[in-house]
C-alpha cells in the first residue's frame, strides 16, 4: 500500500467551494481549461502520485547515491532513477511550461494542486525536476535567439537543469560569491570557482544539465561590483551540443568534485560544483545582460513557494498516515469507563484528538494559504493576458511568499515531529512508517533558498516598508470582512478570536517598521530584526486562521442541504475553523506583548554570554 495519503477532497474544497475557481477556470485566459478538465486533472494526478511516483519513496532514502571520483560522476539509486525517469517522460511538467510553447494556458492554482500531490508522494524527485519549466521560461521569456532555442532543446530531449548560486564560504551571503567570469573573444565567457549545495549538481538521470549560474564578470566596464548588483547569470552546460540538433559534443570544464551526505532527502544528489579547474568551464551570458540577480529571482520565487508546498504536503500527508494509524490502533480504554470495558482505538482518547485536531487544522490552513496566494497568481496572469497589470494581486503575491517559504517550513517540521510522529508512540520512530522519513525530509525546507530568518528580514524589509504596509493593509481589510461576521453569530467567539488577531498582528507591524526607522536612523533595528522571525510567523498563522474560519462559514452553509457522503467533511472543515481560532489565533495577542518587551540587551550581550 502506498505511503501516500492525498486530500483531493479538501483541495477541491479549497478551490471550487473557499476560493470560488469555478469562476475562473473556463473564462478569460483560461477559457480553454474549464471546471470538468480541472477535476480531470486533479483525479489524474492523485492516482499517478499516489500509484507510481511514491512507490519509490522508501528506495530512493535507503539505496545510496554514489560519486565516483575517478570520472566525477554521480548515479543515482537505480528505482529511484527508474521513477524520476518515468516523471520527466509523463507529461506532467508540461503543465508549467510557458504558454508559448504548450500552447494551454493551466490557472496557477490548478499548477500549484498537481505540484503538492507530486511533492507529497516523493519530494526528491519533483523539487528538482520541477524547475526546468522555469529554467526553460526564463529562457524562452528572457533569452537571446540562441537561448530560446536551448530552451525548446531542454523540453524535446528531457534534459536536466540546475541554478548554482551557494559557494563554500558565502552562504546564504550570495553577494559574497567569488566564482568569476572572465570573457573571451568568441563571446564567451570561462567560469573559475567552486559552488556548494547544488541540487541534482550531477546526475545518470538525463544525458545533458543546462546549469545557470552565478558568477561575478571580470575585466568588463559597468560590471562585476561587489555585492550581489555585481553578479551575472550565465548558462553552463555539462556537455557543449550542436544548437540545432541538440546532438552532443564534448564534455564541459564543470564538473561534481564532490557529494553532501545529507540527514533527508537522500534520493536527490546534492553536489560540490567546481569550474574550469581542468578544462575551461565555457558559458553565455543570459539575454547578454549583467542582470544576474533579477534573473535568478525569477526562479528563486518560485522555488520558494515550491519548498513552502513540499513541507505542506508533507505535514499533510503525516496527518492523514498518524490520522489512520489512530483509527486502526487498539490501546487502553476510554476515559471514565468501567475497568472491565474493551480496549479502544486510540483516536477516542482526548489528547490524541487535540493532536489530530493540530495537525489537520495546521495542514488544511497552509494548503488553504496557499492557494489563496496561487490564486492571485492567477488574477496576474488573467490581467496580462490583457494587456493590463494587476498591481493589487501582484503585491499581495509578493507578500505571501515570503511568509508560505517560512512559516509552512518552520511549522510543518514541527508538527510532523511534535505531533504526527508522536501519535504512532515508538512505532513511529521506526523506519516501518514513513514519518521517521518525513520528518528527516522536512527539516532542510527550513533552510532551503534561504533560512527562515532570511525570510523575516525580507518580509519586514521588502515588503511591508518599501510600500509602507499597503498590501498587509490590504490583506488585514480582507480578513475583517470575515471577523465582523455574517447574518449568523454561530460563530461570535471564533469572529472575536480574529478580530484580537488582527490587531494583534497589525500591531506587530507597526511596531517592527517603527524600530526599523529610515535612512537617517537606523539604530533600532538590531532590536526589530530580533522579532522579524516572529512577525512572519504571527501573519502566517493569522492568514492560515482567517482562511479556516472562511471554510467553516462555507462550510457551515453548504452543510444544510449537503448529502450524507459530504457531511462527515462539511463538519471536520467546521470544527477545525473554530479550533484554531478559538486555540492557536488565541496566542497571537500573547506574542505580541513579548514583542514590546524586546530591547537592545540581547544585541549588548557579550558573545562570550552565549
Given at each position: 500500500m502506498s505511503h501516500y495519503r492525498s486530500n483531493l477532497r479538501d483541495i477541491k474544497f479549497d478551490l471550487f467551494d473557499l476560493l470560488d475557481r469555478g469562476s475562473v477556470y473556463g473564462s478569460g485566459l483560461f477559457d480553454e481549461f474549464g471546471v470538468d478538465a480541472a477535476h480531470t486533472v486533479l483525479d489524474e494526478a492523485e492516482r499517478y502520485a499516489t500509484n507510481k511516483l511514491a512507490s519509490t519513496f522508501a528506495d530512493g532514502d535507503r539505496e545510496p547515491v554514489t560519486f565516483d571520483a575517478?570520472?566525477?560522476?554521480?548515479?543515482?539509486?537505480?528505482?529511484?532513477?527508474?521513477?524520476?525517469?518515468?516523471?520527466?517522460?509523463?507529461?506532467?511538467?508540461?503543465?508549467?511550461?510557458?504558454?508559448?510553447?504548450?500552447?494551454?494556458?493551466?490557472?496557477?492554482?490548478?499548477?500549484?494542486?498537481?505540484?503538492?500531490?507530486?511533492?507529497?508522494?516523493?519530494?526528491?524527485?519533483?523539487?528538482?525536476?520541477?524547475?526546468?519549466?522555469?529554467?526553460?521560461?526564463?529562457?524562452?521569456?528572457?533569452?537571446?535567439?540562441?537561448?530560446?532555442?536551448?530552451?525548446?532543446?531542454?523540453?524535446?530531449?528531457?534534459?536536466?537543469?540546475?541554478?548554482?548560486?551557494?559557494?563554500?564560504?558565502?552562504?546564504?551571503?550570495?553577494?559574497?560569491?567569488?566564482?568569476?567570469?572572465?570573457?573571451?573573444?568568441?563571446?564567451?565567457?570561462?567560469?573559475?570557482?567552486?559552488?556548494?549545495?547544488?541540487?541534482?549538481?550531477?546526475?545518470?538521470?538525463?544525458?545533458?544539465?543546462?546549469?545557470?549560474?552565478?558568477?561575478?564578470p571580470t575585466g568588463v566596464e559597468g560590471a562585476g561590483g561587489p555585492g550581489t548588483a555585481g553578479l551575472s547569470l550565465f548558462v553552463v552546460p555539462k556537455y557543449h551540443f550542436d544548437d540545432e540538433t541538440g546532438v552532443l559534443g564534448r564534455r564541459n570544464g564543470v564538473r561534481a568534485t564532490g557529494l553532501e551526505h545529507k540527514m533527508g532527502i537522500t534520493g536527490s544528489p546534492t553536489?560540490?560544483?567546481?569550474?574550469?579547474?581542468?578544462?575551461?568551464?565555457?558559458?553565455?551570458?543570459?539575454?547578454?545582460?549583467?542582470?544576474?540577480?533579477?534573473?535568478?529571482?525569477?526562479?528563486?520565487?518560485?522555488v520558494r513557494m515550491l519548498v513552502g508546498v513540499k513541507a505542506m504536503a508533507a505535514l499533510s500527508t503525516g496527518y492523514l498516515n498518524a490520522r489512520d494509524y489512530a483509527l486502526e490502533r487498539v490501546q487502553g480504554q476510554a476515559l471514565g469507563a468501567p475497568h472491565s470495558s474493551a480496549s479502544v482505538p486510540i483516536i477516542d482518547h482526548p489528547d490524541v484528538r487535540r493532536s489530530l485536531m493540530t495537525q489537520k487544522?495546521?495542514?488544511?490552513?497552509?494548503?488553504?494559504?496557499?492557494?489563496?496566494?496561487?490564486?492571485?497568481?492567477?488574477?496576474?496572469?488573467?490581467?496580462?493576458?490583457?494587456?493590463?497589470?494587476?498591481?493589487?494581486?501582484?503585491?499581495?503575491?509578493?507578500?505571501?511568499?515570503?511568509?508560505?517559504?517560512?512559516?509552512?517550513?518552520?511549522?510543518?517540521?514541527?508538527?510532523?515531529?511534535?505531533?504526527?510522529?508522536?501519535?504512532?508512540?515508538g512505532s513511529g520512530f521506526l523506519r516501518d512508517y514513513p514519518l521517521e522519513q518525513y520528518v528527516r525530509d522536512t527539516k532542510v525546507d527550513t533552510l532551503y533558498e534561504g533560512t527562515t530568518g532570511i525570510q523575516g528580514l525580507d518580509l519586514l524589509s521588502r515588503k511591508i516598508v518599501r510600500d509602507n504596509g499597503a498590501a498587509l493593509e490590504r490583506l488585514f481589510s480582507e480578513m475583517s470582512k470575515t471577523s465582523d461576521g455574517a447574518v449568523t453569530d454561530a460563530?461570535?467567539?471564533?469572529?472575536?478570536?480574529?478580530?484580537?488577531?488582527?490587531?494583534?498582528?497589525?500591531?506587530?507591524?507597526?511596531?517592527?517598521?517603527?524600530?526599523?526607522?529610515?535612512?537617517?536612523?537606523?539604530?533600532?533595528?538590531?532590536?526589530?530584526?530580533?522579532?522579524?522571525?516572529?512577525?512572519?510567523?504571527?501573519?502566517?498563522?493569522?492568514?492560515?486562521?482567517?482562511?479556516?474560519?472562511?471554510?467553516?462559514?462555507?462550510?457551515?452553509?453548504?452543510?444544510?442541504?449537503?448529502?450524507?457522503?459530504?457531511?462527515d467533511f462539511l463538519c471536520g472543515k467546521v470544527a477545525t475553523g473554530q479550533w484554531f481560532a478559538r486555540h492557536i489565533l488565541t496566542t497571537l495577542p500573547a506574542e505580541l506583548s513579548a514583542m514590546k518587551l524586546s530591547d537592545s540587551h540581547l544585541n549588548e550581550l557579550p558573545r562570550e554570554a552565549f
Open positions: 575517478a570520472d566525477n560522476s554521480v548515479r543515482l539509486p537505480s528505482a529511484y532513477r527508474q521513477s524520476a525517469a518515468d516523471y520527466l517522460n509523463s507529461g506532467w511538467l508540461d503543465l508549467e511550461l510557458p504558454q508559448a510553447m504548450s500552447e494551454q494556458a493551466i490557472p496557477p492554482s490548478l499548477k500549484w494542486c498537481v505540484t503538492e500531490m507530486m511533492l507529497g508522494a516523493n519530494a526528491a524527485i519533483p523539487q528538482g525536476l520541477n524547475v526546468i519549466p522555469q529554467v526553460v521560461r526564463l529562457l524562452h521569456d528572457h533569452g537571446n535567439a540562441r537561448q530560446r532555442r536551448l530552451a525548446e532543446l531542454i523540453v524535446e530531449h528531457k534534459w536536466m537543469v540546475t541554478m548554482i548560486l551557494t559557494e563554500p564560504d558565502a552562504g546564504s551571503d550570495v553577494g559574497a560569491g567569488r566564482t568569476r567570469a572572465v570573457p573571451q573573444e568568441d563571446g564567451t565567457w570561462h567560469l573559475e570557482g567552486v559552488k556548494r549545495f547544488i541540487t541534482y549538481g550531477d546526475h545518470d538521470l538525463t544525458e545533458n544539465i543546462i546549469h545557470l549560474v552565478l558568477a561575478r553536489c560540490e560544483m567546481t569550474f574550469g579547474a581542468e578544462d575551461p568551464a565555457v558559458g553565455w551570458l543570459l539575454a547578454d545582460q549583467h542582470a544576474g540577480i533579477k534573473q535568478m529571482f525569477e526562479i528563486i520565487k518560485h487544522s495546521y495542514a488544511e490552513g497552509m494548503r488553504a494559504l496557499i492557494l489563496y496566494t496561487a490564486s492571485q497568481q492567477d488574477r496576474i496572469d488573467a490581467s496580462r493576458a490583457q494587456g493590463v497589470f494587476d498591481a493589487e494581486a501582484d503585491a499581495c503575491h509578493q507578500l505571501m511568499l515570503p511568509v508560505i517559504k517560512g512559516f509552512c517550513s518552520e511549522t510543518a517540521w514541527r508538527i510532523l515531529g511534535q505531533e504526527s510522529l508522536q501519535t504512532f508512540g460563530f461570535g467567539a471564533e469572529r472575536e478570536a480574529l478580530r484580537s488577531a488582527i490587531t494583534a498582528v497589525r500591531s506587530m507591524s507597526s511596531l517592527l517598521v517603527e524600530r526599523w526607522g529610515d535612512s537617517a536612523d537606523k539604530s533600532q533595528r538590531p532590536v526589530a530584526a530580533q522579532d522579524t522571525t516572529g512577525l512572519l510567523l504571527a501573519l502566517g498563522t493569522l492568514t492560515c486562521g482567517w482562511l479556516l474560519l472562511r471554510s467553516a462559514d462555507v462550510a457551515s452553509a453548504l452543510l444544510k442541504n449537503a448529502p450524507a457522503k459530504d457531511r
